[in-house]
């Protein structure tokens, strides 16, 4: 199966994967296996999927670093007398800086690193935002952990933990960041190393930050808690920008104003004027007109909770938790708010049952009242529509 | 080879804090940007209040990288902007330019690296995707493979701003959805379309029968012995091949050369702009898996693009457009079959019924 | 608790609402009880329950005339030795001619019946669209029923049948009646007398005939197949009466264009102008402009199915089950569809399970299997977001 | 007083014939009207394209009537237009006139008589309704006599047609919702809410347990023995007090002069004009239970009414304003409190979340 004439692995179909303009994973594959025989191994049993179309990885097992119950995928061939060198081929998750900042150097001795204990095949990044190391043994583990972690680097989370935080590049280089998005992010990973090290609940927990209503982050989408940044006073605008606009070509009524969702925005031709009260803060005539138009000065975040992947009961999106935290008051408001939320879901939560869907199961009024949150309008898009309402029985239905 | 660590065992550090990795001039104008202009595809200019300006330039990678890769972009790094770069949260990179005449340099360096510059503004940006066949045990498809064929189609749409909108493909291996397949303009999905083989023999040694049985969510697992043992027995029409079983049990496997294949959804987005996030919605409920090019689904992911580039309008997404003009009219236009399988039957399926006379003939 | 000196029910709180301006059920009571004692105990026990907030009937019995099972709902007095003329107060619920239009003469021989036979009280009409005759005893339903009929009227529905069907009064007297609502309701009415006087059904099975997507029926709420008037073709336009109409102060463009809910019409200040492959047929903008603006001239209507109340998985609308019946085949139509639906429905459903409920429950594309009809994407408001898709396992999920 | 039918026995003769009942204008013009306009409230004027004009006066009743009235209806029948009438769908009395000139003596009489002339164009039409305490066993609340409160209170809402839109109201006694209390702009529901008090000595006599407890939409109902015999128990914080298990035995009442009471819901319509149908929310979800004239619930009717009239646009109904401005604002404007009730919790209930951050401060 391998080329005899050169020894190197015959990959007719991942061959067929090196063409077109794109950039190629095979190509990557193939560069790294020149120093390492995991690398090829992988490159022929990847072969061999591609010939049978089917995969030939084994259900994961318990592997990890000392002390440490998460940030490592154990993993096994179904074909390991065939190919032996991805026999075991674990990943490692690395937290990532947040914000995804590297220095050159940071970035290589991070190579380094894993080219000495592992394929040197990496994913830059996993879905949850970690450096992914893809293949190593187990004994590799430790050794690779520690001298990550000499050098600044830590592990992220797997299993049922918290799970690397992430967040968009926020105050670093968006004009747009309603609070400080990469320094939330590390305050709270670094708060919760032993939730994220030591899996400890009954599913994963994610959070992810994003500075403004476009979420960057995708955070409404597949983050357990959901901070999504926005403002509360009217959109700054600066009338002599949004005529350069205009003048520019840009059809304010057309492009501007008839998408506003509230239609809150009117245009005579020379001054766009505001309804603030109508805004949802949705960003986006600030997004068509970034010189004129930027978020208000008092500003800070919604928190949303509960989305998640359909497993099992469909996909979620996080929905309003609180609709408005100023930004100063974020770290320690979502401090108290997440001691809250783990003891409830801890007391209540079932095996594999993330904090949305708990919700949905014991329902929000319940989770609402567990958590000691008072319920206001901006927590649902509509009241309820059917007539099926647990009144506490105590006090017979009296408000 | 390897080396054992001499110092004392560092554990719960957690990240480098990012401040050490930020560009210099990243870090003087830190929450102090005025406004961005987009100077050209993958190019971004960044006007601080100071008057700072910080070029960006934006290069597809294909996440799945070597080592060596990760070197040569160190090297770009250091070349043109002081060492430092960052990665974006649909994985490209980007390298931060204080000096504005590195970009036409950098670029001519990416492309000769092979690494397009692009995914700005209203175009396509890189896929989100999985593990596939590379390292995950429960993929009913590989991702990189599929990801390279199709981005090799849409290639003019990563490196042109000529779409109505931004326009943000996902891709999963199994239904998991490790990524955004739920709430992105197009997703690609692989999918078992058979039920788990049951491995009675092994089953008791490797997993708990009152786990797996509680892992379904259609209740299609039963408590059953087998040969004396302890087993579990499986209504097979009650099966939706979610592959939630499997994850909690080995025993449970699903893959199947034959009936493994992919999907199509569409309409999904997580932004706030305009309208709410929105999820995907089934576009095509089975294409085969065919390596190592995938034929039908680059076709009909192409397809997609090609009648939503043409028919929506300008800042329209994907999702927001065929609601505007209709679900009737999206299978019109792209040509794709209306199955039962497009009715969903699932948990709130009622809600998703057309429960108006409002009708478009 | 009568009045000692005139011998009259002392009603102390209901005399309050004899007070006001809005026509008042008291007086009406009032005026029955001058021939009927059944109306004077009615009076009375109803006191009673204002006095003490409480109903005082006790829940029905099997009641009926000969060979029906349904048609009368019968009812008895919990405090039969305080109020014995309600010892037995049953309804009967009579067929009303289809759009609600009487002769006075049909009128006054419907009054003269009751009175003899009943409270003389009734409801003009039933939520269902019956002539309610309120109250009378077990020996009198037959006779009731007898000269009724020998007066050309005839029992509605009760019980788990075929309910009185109703219809907006449609080509009677509104212009914009896209099929014959009158007389579709009443071929049907009397395509199905053995299905509604003689339950045999799992439940209640409605049907509701409006003429145009007004829906003044409320069909699409309340009925288990609710038929609603449409066309397909291009909206009429009379160019002059808009301009009259806009000449008459109507703000075409905020009033009309901007209401319209795909925005499909466009207006110059003197043209309008209609993109009619946009329209969803919602009828706004011919409802503002009646005299300029008809339905088209291909008319027909939209077959909905499975709406009800709350009890007991939650409220439904009905939903697109058929896009466009040309008015013509409407009957013969509906005629195979309902068997086919019945059919279904006698086959799956469980006790008390309205045909929505159960298609709630196999789901709509067993249903379809089941009907025999093809699925077209008119049925849904959007596909599928969850990926748990049934794929026939016969063939391994290929189309 | 029977009169024993002589004639052989008539049966399943269906409803007579509509046309027996049309006016002779009405049936010359069937079919063939072209346009109508509202010359004043309540009374309309179709105009057929033979030029034929029919006058319509449509008129207010209590529904609850008398034999005694609807011969005074018959008589003005009579009097004004060749003896022909209807009602409508929402138990108003329309008399259908060839002569113009009737119109003002017609209005006069039913002014006379009590009968208020109104409901069309943009006002508050009829209060559809059901039996309440009149008829129903069922009934938490009556339902006339409330009816009859809030119109007193909003007769000139009937009157005047100076109403954003057209505004539905509906009430129901009890939770089967006989009527259209799901889908109106403002509906008033009578409630439980305390549990069933099972009588476990009749109830094995007068129902079947196992339907019994297949009525409980939340399965509270549990088989269980009463002193030997079959009986069920409650699981109580199971109970919604839906009463279905009521409705099908009589072994479990639910009335409660102290606990029934009242909830206010809006926003439900059932044309497809401009937006699609929708279903009712909640508002107010308990107010108290207090003949003669319901105060409380005329206050909140009569409120939401009065922020609806002054806020909302020409031809936006209850709904679609309040969709416009957000629920948030609803509650202010109203004062309304918002509790943990309006939160759904049923089956749906995630789907009712907010779940964008698009929020208005
Ligand atoms: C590596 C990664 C995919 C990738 O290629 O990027 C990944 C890989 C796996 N995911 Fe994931 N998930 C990854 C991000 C996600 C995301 C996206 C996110 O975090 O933003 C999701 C959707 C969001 C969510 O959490 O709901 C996601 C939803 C799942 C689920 C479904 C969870 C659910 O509640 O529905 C599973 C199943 C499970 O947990 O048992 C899952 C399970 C898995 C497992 C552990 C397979 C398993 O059944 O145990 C995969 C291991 C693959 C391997 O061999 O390495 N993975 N997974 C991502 C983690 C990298 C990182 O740390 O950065
Ligand atoms: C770099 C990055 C954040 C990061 O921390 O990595 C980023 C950066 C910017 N985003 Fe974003 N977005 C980034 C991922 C996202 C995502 C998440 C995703 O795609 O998974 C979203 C949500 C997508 C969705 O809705 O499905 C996202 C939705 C937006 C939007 C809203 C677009 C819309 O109309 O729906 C804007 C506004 C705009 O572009 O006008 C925006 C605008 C921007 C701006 C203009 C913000 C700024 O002023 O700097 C940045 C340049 C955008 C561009 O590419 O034209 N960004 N942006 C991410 C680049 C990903 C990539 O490589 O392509
Ligand atoms: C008389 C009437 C109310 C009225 O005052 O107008 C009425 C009265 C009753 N309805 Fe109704 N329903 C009446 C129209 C409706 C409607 C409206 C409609 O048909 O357009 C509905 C809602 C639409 C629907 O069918 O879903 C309605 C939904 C119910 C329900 C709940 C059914 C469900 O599937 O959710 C029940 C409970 C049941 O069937 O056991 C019910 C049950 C009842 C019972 C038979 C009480 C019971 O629990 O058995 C009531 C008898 C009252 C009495 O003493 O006379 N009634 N019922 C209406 C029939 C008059 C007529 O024939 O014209
Ligand atoms: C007489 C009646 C039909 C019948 O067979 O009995 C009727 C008759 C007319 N309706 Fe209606 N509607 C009648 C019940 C309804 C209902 C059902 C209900 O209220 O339970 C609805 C649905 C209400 C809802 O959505 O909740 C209804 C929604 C409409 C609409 C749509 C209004 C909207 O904008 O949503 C129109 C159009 C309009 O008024 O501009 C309409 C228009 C009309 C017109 C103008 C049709 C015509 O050209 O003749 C008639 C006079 C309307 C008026 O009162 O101003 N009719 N109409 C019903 C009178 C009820 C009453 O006494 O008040
Ligand atoms: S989410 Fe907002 S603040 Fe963050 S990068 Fe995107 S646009 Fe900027
Ligand atoms: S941010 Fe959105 S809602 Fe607010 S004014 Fe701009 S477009 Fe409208
Ligand atoms: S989507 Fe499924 S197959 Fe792909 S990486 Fe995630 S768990 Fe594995
Ligand atoms: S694949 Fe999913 S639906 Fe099928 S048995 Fe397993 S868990 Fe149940
Ligand atoms: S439903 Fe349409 S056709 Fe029937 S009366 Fe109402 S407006 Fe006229
Ligand atoms: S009927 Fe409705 S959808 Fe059609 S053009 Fe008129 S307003 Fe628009
Ligand atoms: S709503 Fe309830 S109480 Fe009222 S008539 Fe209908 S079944 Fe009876
Ligand atoms: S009232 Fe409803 S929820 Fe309560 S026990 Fe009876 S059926 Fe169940």
Not at chain 1, 321 to 343: G, H, N, Q
Not at chain 2, 45 to 65: F, I, K, Q
Not at chain 2, 264 to 293: C, D, E, M, Q, T
């Amino acid at each position: 199966m391998d080329d005899a004439s050169n020894g190197k692995p015959k990959t007719e179909l991942l061959d067929q994967l090196e063409e077109g303009p794109w950039p190629s994973f095979v190509k990557e594959i193939k560069a790294a296996s020149q120093g390492s025989e995991k690398a090829t191994d992988l490159l022929r049993q990847l072969e061999r999927s591609y010939e049978e179309r089917k995969g030939h990885w084994k259900h994961g097992g318990m592997v990890g670093v000392l002390g440490y119950g998460g940030g490592v995928i154990g993993r096994y061939s179904d074909l390991p007398e065939e190919f032996p060198q991805v026999a075991h081929f674990h990943t490692m998750r690395v937290n990532h800086p947040a914000g995804w900042f590297y220095t050159s150097d940071a970035l290589r001795t991070i190579c380094d690193i894993w080219e000495r204990h592992g394929s040197g095949m990496t994913n830059m990044h996993g879905s949850t935002g970690d450096i992914i190391l893809l293949g190593t043994t187990t004994d590799q583990l430790e050794p690779t952990f520690q001298e990550l972690a000499q050098n600044g680097f830590d592990l992220g989370g797997s299993g049922s933990a918290v799970r690397t935080p992430n967040c968009c590049v926020g105050m670093a280089r968006c004009e747009w960041a309603c609070f400080d998005t990469m320094k939330l992010c590390y305050d709270v990973t670094q708060a919760y190393q032993d939730e994220l090290h030591r899996p400890a609940f009954a599913y994963k927990f994610k959070f992810k930050f994003a500075g403004c209503p476009n979420d960057c982050v995708a955070s409404i989408a597949r983050a357990d808690l959901s901070v999504i940044g926005t403002w509360k006073d009217d959109i700054q605008v600066d009338d002599a920008e949004v005529a350069n606009y205009a003048a520019a070509g840009v059809d304010i009524q057309k492009e501007v104003c008839d998408l506003c969702p509230t239609k809150t925005m009117g245009w005579d031709g020379k001054k766009l004027s505001i309804d603030n009260r109508e805004c949802v803060h949705c960003m986006h005539c600030i997004n068509v007109l970034p010189k004129a138009l930027r978020p208000g000065k008092e500003r800070g975040a919604v928190v949303l909770i509960g989305a998640k992947a359909p497993i099992m009961q469909g996909a979620l999106l996080s929905s309003v938790l609180i609709p408005f935290v100023p930004a100063e008051e974020l770290l320690d408001t979502l401090k108290e708010l997440v001691k809250r939320i783990w003891d409830f879901w801890d007391e209540y939560g079932t095996n594999r049952e993330r904090v949305g869907e708990l919700i949905q199961r014991v329902g929000m009024p319940a989770f609402l009242d567990g958590i000691g949150l008072e319920p206001v309008p901006e927590m649902v898009a509509a009241p309820r529509d059917n007539p099926y309402i647990f009144f506490e029985t105590k006090n017979g239905g009296a408000k | 080879m390897t080396t054992a660590p001499k110092t004392p065992r560092i554990t719960d550090i957690g990240p480098p804090h990012y401040q050490k990795f930020l560009p210099p001039l990243v870090k003087k104008n830190y929450g102090q940007w005025k406004y961005h202009e987009i100077l050209a595809p993958g190019v971004l200019c960044h006007v601080a209040e100071s008057g700072d300006r910080l070029y960006t330039v934006r290069a597809a990678t294909p996440r799945l990288m070597a080592v060596q890769t990760l070197r040569k972009f160190a090297d770009l790094a250091d070349k043109y902007c002081g060492g430092h770069l960052r990665f974006t949260s649909r994985n490209n990179i980007e390298f931060l330019l204080e000096d504005r005449n590195n970009i036409e340099p950098l670029k001519c360096d990416l492309a000769e690296l092979g690494f397009p510059v692009g995914g700005t503004g209203n175009s396509l940006s890189n896929i989100v995707h999985t593990q596939g066949w590379v390292h995950c045990h429960s993929a009913a498809t590989d991702a990189s493979g599929i990801v390279k064929s199709v981005m090799d189609a849409l290639y003019d749409r990563f490196t042109h701003q000529d779409l109505p909108a931004k326009l943000r493909i996902a891709m999963a291996c199994c239904l998991n959805m490790c990524g955004a397949v739920h709430c992105s303009d197009i997703a690609i999905l692989g999918i078992h379309t058979v039920p788990p083989k049951i491995q009675h023999a092994t089953l008791p040694k490797v997993c708990e029968v009152p786990t797996l049985i509680a892992s379904c969510p259609t209740g299609a697992i039963r408590p059953a012995t087998y040969e004396g043992k302890p087993s579990v027995e499986l209504i097979e029409e009650q099966c939706m091949f979610c592959g939630n079983c499997y994850t909690v049990c080995p025993a449970m496997p699903l893959n199947d050369p034959e009936h493994d294949g992919l999907s199509i959804w569409v309409g999904g987005k997580v932004s706030n702009a305009r309208s709410a996030p929105k999820f995907s919605k089934l576009a095509v409920p089975f294409l085969p898996n065919h390596p190592p090019r995938w034929p039908e689904v680059v076709d009909a992911v192409v397809k997609i693009v090609d009648v939503y580039a043409k028919n929506a309008r300008k800042y329209e997404r994907v999702g927001e457009w065929i609601e505007r003009v209709g679900w009737p009219r999206f299978f019109q236009l792209t040509g794709f079959e209306f199955t039962r399988y497009h009715i969903d039957d699932f948990k709130h399926a009622g809600l998703t019924y057309a429960r108006s006379a409002q009708i478009k003939y």
